[in-house]
């Protein structure tokens, strides 16, 4: 009697097993989604390369990220001064940096940028704003500089892997230490040696940008 | 007999075992399924009043109070304390004081954005589109200067919060003494969270946002404190009065939003052989 009753349980308990293999258990699903919807993770691959050879630094990079730029308040940086020189590729007769962090600038001595329309943004006291419309005038009025954004000279030193230069277009968070000012043409330069810096906004921070000698 | 009754007593406990097992399981996927779209749809509800009550004040002003991790190249993250006064009137008037660890006054009247910052003593200025949502969003892509809350406030039909793919639920909590919902959405960009007073005005007290696909994955926290739907507003509100001392800088662009454009303008020049006018001359104010 108490081995049939005992046989009974035990088909009793397959069955139960069996209907819930068949039906599958929920709890899996969900395990299952939350697998699959965590894998689902995009990368940015940086491409920036740089060589160094002779005296010109050159950079190219993809164009499709959206990274943002970083600025800082740590430490100024040193120069030592270097001569800064023109750089990046050639682009239609414009010299262009760009890279994964870079900036669109208009080119040395605020030269020229154009709207579609040929309206330029240029402040009152003649200096350019770069607008959308920038790219419309390269190759025409004056280089388009793209250049990548440092916290301090230092910084750009130790990222580049460079001693002689820093590129024009690259900008700096902060003044390169022992700096001093010259005014020319409305615009104040900060210089290192023989290393021009103007001030540009970046995010809406304002940075140091490296023009060539503006007389 | 006995036996039979066993057998049919233990088939019946068996079968309504597994019955009571499907039946929970089958009520779990509905839960993962069904109860996710009514809480997004309530989420989304409160939501929309908060919209819908800012949308429909003439003017608006805030201020907030937030803490927003910047990346920094190398991965790292830096910590920015701001303060900001804003104020807007709908469609394409905008004004905003950053202090703290960023120092920016913006004024945009519809046809410009002019950037002073004071201790620098500088000013700079933008084209800009017609509307307060395509300012926000051009300022983001070409400059990288992303205002969140201009996305969560509903005056960015584009940002990266108001997302069709959002899935929200609705908690509770207390913020500073009042009651509110806790809107908590996600999407494949960002999670966030928006808190909302549960009576009055649907005006929002706090925001949490992570930037999920972001390098370094940054954070911002918003407090939001004066809410005022009628402030005592001008033009001149949102018209920069540039002191004579302040000189004019470049606001330089993101390489991103330039080169693609670079690229097909050169190749217009190259077909044109432009003889357009100076620009210093053709553009000066």
């Known amino acids: 009697m108490i081995r049939n009753k005992t046989k009974i349980l035990y088909c009793l308990s397959a069955l139960v097993i069996a209907i819930w293999m068949v039906v599958g258990s929920p709890l899996g699903d969900v395990s299952a989604q939350r697998q699959r919807s965590s894998a689902s993770r995009s990368t940015t691959t940086r491409s920036t390369t740089r060589s160094t050879s002779g005296s010109v630094q050159h950079s190219t990079a993809t164009r499709t990220t959206t990274t943002h730029h970083t600025t800082a308040t740590t430490t ?30 208009v080119g040395p001595r605020g030269a020229v940028v154009a709207g579609e329309e040929g309206a330029a943004a240029v402040t009152r006291r003649g200096v350019v704003v770069a607008g959308e419309e920038g790219y419309a005038a390269a190759g025409r009025y004056g280089g388009v500089v793209v250049g990548e954004t440092y916290e301090s000279h230092d910084a750009w030193r130790t990222a580049a892997a460079v001693t002689t230069g820093i590129a024009i277009g690259t900008m700096l968070a902060h003044p390169p230490t022992g700096y001093t000012t010259t ?33 | 007999m006995k036996i039979q009754k066993w057998v049919i007593a233990l088939t019946c406990l068996s079968l309504a075992l597994a019955l009571a097992a499907i039946g929970c399981g089958n009520s779990n996927t509905a839960t993962s399924n069904a109860k996710p779209a009514e809480s997004t749809a309530k989420a989304d509800e409160i939501l929309a009043k908060m919209t819908d009550k800012i949308k429909s004040s003439p003017a608006v002003s805030f201020k907030t109070a937030e803490a927003t991790d910047r990346p920094k190249r190398g991965g790292s993250i830096e910590k920015l304390n701001i303060t900001r006064d804003v104020t807007f009137k709908s469609p394409d008037k905008l004004y905003f004081k950053a202090t703290g660890d960023r120092d920016l006054e913006a004024f945009y009247d ?53 997302n069709s793919a959002n899935t929200g639920t609705v908690e509770k909590e207390t913020v500073g003494g009042v009651e509110c919902n806790v809107l908590k959405f996600q999407n494949e960009n960002v999670n966030w969270e928006v808190w909302i007073p549960a009576a009055g005005d649907p005006l929002p007290k706090k925001f949490h946002a ?35 001392a302040y000189e004019g800088i470049p606001i330089i662009q993101r390489a991103s939003a330039v080169i693609p454009k670079l690229e097909a303008g050169e190749k217009a020049a190259a077909n044109s052989n432009s003889n357009a006018a100076a620009p210093a001359e053709a553009g000066k104010k």
């Open chain 1, 76 to 105: 100024a940086g040193y120069h030592h001064g270097s001569t800064a020189y023109h750089g990046g590729t050639y682009h239609g007769g414009t010299t262009v940096h760009h890279g994964e962090e870079g900036y669109a600038a």
């Open chain 2, 110 to 162: 519809g046809k410009s954005m002019i950037l002073m910052s004071h201790k620098d003593k500088v000013w700079g200025q933008l084209t800009a589109p017609p509307t307060i949502g395509e300012t926000v969003d051009k300022i983001e892509a070409h400059y990288g200067m992303p205002l969140p809350v201009a996305d969560l406030l509903g005056l960015d039909p584009t940002g990266t919060l108001r």
């Open chain 1, 183 to 215: 005014v020319y043409s409305g615009t104040t330069y900060y210089v290192m040696g023989t290393t021009y810096y103007r001030r540009v906004y970046v995010s809406g921070v304002v940075h140091y940008q490296v023009v060539a000698r503006p007389f």
């Open chain 2, 210 to 244: 992570k930037y999920k696909k972001a390098k370094g994955q940054p954070e911002s926290t918003i407090e939001f404190n004066d809410w005022n739907l009628s402030p005592q507003i001008t033009d001149n509100t949102f018209l920069a009065n540039i002191p004579d």
